[in-house]
């Protein structure tokens, strides 16, 4: 794509900054703008020599008191927000440019270029359409607190990206340019005026109720939108439309289920969060009903639907009536719940077929008479919004750690004086869950709930399998458990389902998180499937999460990302011989070393069959705004996702040769060491992250629900994997995502047959090239430059100075290597839209990073100072919208 495709991109940037500079100028006065500008143009100045002078920004904000400190943070933050909101409204731009040159070979490749793929490779119509028909690509939004921006300001740059788009269009007159430029103005005036900072901390309810905002405002016209892209280029390509009601696309939620360290999610709050989630859903529906009654006023109908309502002038009306009656009383009934009033009388829908039922009656006379234009209209959308949301909005999951079940069922165990559960070997566990399961007898009485050995810990874990029991199965996913390590974990979930009288038993999928459980998750799941019982019970399918985050926090990024490929291709390998479908659920994140990469890049990394069809991921925190928030972008990410998932399935990479396995092994080896010999064995470690970051002080923002450690107190290791990265990223030291890969890649380039090899890997082998790729970007973003300014202002210890000194010469060789391995001088030179964002964001970010240095230093004299505080968690939000990836 030639570079004046980008221009657009660039006159939107300025143009949003000559409108942040007028309305500084009008509400903060001359001198702060002037003040903002000189630092502004110092920073753009020094970058442009290749240099920061740290001596000449300190200079101009040395003097500055602590009120005017905190304006020219919220005048930088801005701005990079702005910045974020041209970048999102451009990548729309280009996803409208895809959709008219599909052939573009510099925009991302969608469903038109897959089905080419497939034709060209001779794929026949009939596998694609046996792959396309059972395809499941399910999407759990998780409220993992990284998204730092309050929903008040969202909506107003929602707003300002609205307005964006209506200057692109080439009609416009002069006086409505003007109009648009005001609009602009007033909007970013009420954005300046607006605290950006979020004062109280949300609940998990607050969470959920944003999840749903997202599919409310986004998601619910976004997935029509994509089916029909989908649509039409399975009928441009030759293939047969699949049925009106056919969605592969499902969404599940974490927001009010994840439990897994944090005490503020409770029985209680799952139980509002499933019934509010059915009262939205009710709601969405009763809307699209209200516009249907208004369009299908025609009077031919088939005998089928006649017999249903009689003789009538406006059959469809008829029957529409008596759905929205019963919506209207559905959401009576979930309010009732919710606010523990008595449940109105009336019958509502309980079952997401019988709404389905009688608007697929409505489709089939509309098709039988002549009308199928018509049932291809908004019904159709409607039609395809129930089978992806279902009646409940979203499947949502519950999360715990195992050990809170071994402690339940360990109170049970000595309750009945059979010892502690807790103190038995595995196979002692294995005998007494795999009896319990297969008796017919209770094996508690109320008596127990009300002993001394259930406290509130075991309690909770009760009361929430009672929640599941309460609940059909079409609100509830999977139950996963977090730091599973052995089989009796996922017997001992089945059990206290059982216990609680559950019906329909949740899914149990094991999470294999750290890079021991990763390593293992193949026993693990084989000595399961060998448990005649347990076989059965997962005879239609099984699910296991596989954990980036702690891993990453384990073993470093590469040494994760080899054991996440070892341990699926041992899990798709098992399963195939066992014939039980696998479904792998990806707990991926948005920063690198968490897992996020783009959506091709990530599915076809995978190992060859692995996908099969089916592919569960998480999409967290800010990544949820960035992919989803804006109904075009999300329609154009679901399509991706199907299209990946296709791709992946009929086309998937072929086996890793075996060479390029001994060297992985290899380069995971030296990287889990050069890791782990600072995370784990320098003592200096803890000391840096809590002083020279801002670790501590992230936790006086009010991101989210669960707090930032697992335990109190301790060090790395019961520190959250979210705030480990986000800490790291505030600095631009960006530890996480290259700490041990670039001293591996190092070891390798010495030699000169490895150096042939691992350049072999990235030029062929999928994985390896997502690994190299990933890599790249990150250490686009790191700057050591940065990191020194916060060690220089914030310590003076000589152990910390060292260890700071080692890391940046760390991740300066690291650079190196990666250039020695690509022979491409510069970074990101294949990738010039990032490059350019990165460079327009510096001067922006550079002034934020000394500001919080400096900040993070008053405040640490000054506890407690209102001004000092708010400037500091402005500084925080603003490099997380520069970074565009906090954690």
Request: with cysteine; glycine share 8%.
């Amino acid at each position: 794509m030639d570079q004046d495709q980008h221009a657009p991109l660039r006159e939107d940037v300025r143009l949003l900054g000559e409108e942040l500079g007028a309305v500084l100028r009008e509400q903060a006065g001359e001198r702060l703008y002037d003040t903002v500008e000189t630092i502004r143009q110092a920073a753009v100045e020094s970058r442009s020599q290749g240099e920061v002078e740290l001596a000449r920004l300190r200079e101009l904000l040395g003097p500055l008191d602590d009120a005017t400190l905190l304006e020219v943070a919220r005048a930088f933050s801005q701005f990079l927000n702005l910045a974020n909101i041209a970048e999102q409204h451009h990548r729309e731009r280009l996803h409208r440019r895809h959709e008219r040159y599909p052939g573009d070979p510099d925009t991302d490749q969608g469903l038109r270029q897959v089905l080419a793929k497939l034709k060209e490779q001779g794929v026949p119509p009939e596998r694609i359409r046996e792959t396309l028909t059972p395809l499941s690509v399910e999407l759990v939004l998780t409220a993992h607190p990284t998204e730092v921006t309050r929903r008040t300001l969202i909506r107003k740059y929602d707003q300002m990206a609205d307005l964006l788009a209506e200057r692109d269009r080439p009609d416009l007159t002069t006086e409505e340019e003007h109009g648009l430029r005001q609009r602009l103005r007033e909007l970013i005036l009420s954005a300046w005026s607006t605290d950006e900072i979020r004062r109280e901390r949300p609940t998990p309810v607050d969470e959920a109720k944003w999840g749903f905002a997202v599919i409310e405002q986004s998601l619910w016209r976004a997935v029509p939108r994509a089916m029909r892209d989908i649509e039409a280029e399975l009928a441009l390509a030759g293939l047969d439309t699949p049925p009106s009601a056919w969605v592969p696309i499902r969404f599940a939620s974490w927001m009010g289920g994840d439990r897994d360290g944090n005490p503020n999610v409770t029985a209680t709050v799952t139980r509002e969060v499933l019934l509010l989630a059915r009262w939205m859903a009710a709601d969405l529906y009763l809307r699209d009903v209200e516009n249907l009654l208004a369009d299908l006023s025609m009077h031919r109908a088939s005998e089928e639907l006649l017999a249903r309502t009689g003789p009538s002038h406006e059959p469809y009306r008829v029957v529409l009536r008596d759905v929205r009656d019963r919506l209207k009383i559905t959401r009576r009934r979930m309010e009732a719940l919710v606010e523990g009033r008595p449940v109105p009388d009336g019958e509502g829908f309980t079952e997401g077929r019988q709404l389905l039922d009688e608007l697929l009656l409505i489709d089939r006379s509309l098709r039988q008479v002549g009308l199928a234009a018509i049932a291809d209209g908004e019904l159709k959308d409607t039609l395809r919004r129930l089978n992806c949301f279902g009646i409940t909005l979203l499947c949502l999951d519950v999360r715990q750690e195992s050990t809170r079940h071994t402690a339940a069922l360990d109170a049970i165990t000595r309750y009945l004086g059979l010892g502690g559960y807790g103190d038995w070997d595995e196979a002692q566990k294995q005998a007494f869950l795999l009896k319990e399961l297969e008796s017919r007898r209770p094996l508690v009485d109320d008596a127990f709930y009300r002993a001394d050995l259930c406290d509130g810990d075991v309690r909770e874990v009760l009361e929430t399998c009672k929640v599941i029991a309460e609940q059909g199965p079409e609100g509830l996913g999977a139950y996963v458990i977090s730091m599973a390590r052995g089989p009796s974990d996922v017997l001992a979930v089945m059990l206290l389902q059982k216990i609680a009288g559950v019906r329909h038993p949740m899914r149990v999928v094991p999470l294999f998180e750290t890079l021991d459980d990763l390593n293992n998750a193949g026993d693990t799941m084989t000595a399961l499937l060998d448990i005649p019982l347990y076989r059965q019970r997962v005879s239609d399918g099984q699910e296991v999460m596989i954990g980036y985050s702690d891993s990453a926090k384990d073993a470093g990024f590469l040494g994760a990302a080899w054991a996440q490929f070892s341990a699926q291709e041992k899990l798709t390998g098992l399963f195939r011989d066992h014939g039980v479908p696998l479904t792998l659920f990806h707990g991926r994140g948005g920063s690198i070393s968490r897992g996020g990469s783009p959506t091709r890049m990530a599915l076809l990394s995978q190992p060859p069959g692995s996908v099969a069809g089916r592919i569960r991921v998480t999409e967290q925190g800010e990544v949820i705004r960035f992919k989803y928030g804006r109904p075009s972008v999300a329609a154009y990410n679901l399509e991706q996702y199907v299209a990946a998932t296709l791709e992946a399935t009929l086309l998937p990479p072929g086996e890793p040769e075996d060479g390029w396995r001994r060297e992985m092994q290899k380069l995971t080896d030296v990287s889990v060491q050069g890791y782990r010999q600072v995370v784990r064995d320098d003592p200096a470690l803890v000391g840096y992250l809590r002083t020279v970051t801002p670790e501590t002080e992230l936790s006086r923002l009010a991101l989210g629900s669960r707090p930032a450690r697992r335990k109190p107190g301790g060090g790395v290791e019961t520190l959250r994997a979210i705030p480990w990265v986000f800490a790291w990223t505030q600095i631009r030291l960006m530890l996480p995502a290259w700490l041990g890969t670039g001293a591996a890649l190092e070891a390798a380039l010495d030699s000169e047959d490895e150096t042939a090899l691992v350049r072999q890997m990235a030029e062929r082998w999928p994985f390896f090239q997502g690994v190299v790729d990933m890599l790249e970007m990150v250490l686009a973003k790191a700057d050591p430059r940065v990191a020194a300014w916060y060690e220089e202002r914030l310590t003076d210890d000589p152990d910390l100075k060292r260890l700071g000194d080692t890391l940046r010469q760390r991740l300066a060789a690291s650079v190196d290597a990666l250039h020695r391995l690509t022979d491409r001088e510069d970074l990101l030179v294949n990738n010039p839209v990032m490059r350019w964002s990165i460079r327009v964001r510096d001067p922006y970010t550079d002034p934020l990073h000394l500001l919080q240095a400096e900040l993070m230093a008053r405040l640490r004299d000054r506890d407690g100072d209102d001004v000092l505080e708010s400037a500091l968690m402005v500084t925080i939000a603003g490099i997380a919208a520069g970074m565009r990836n906090t954690g």
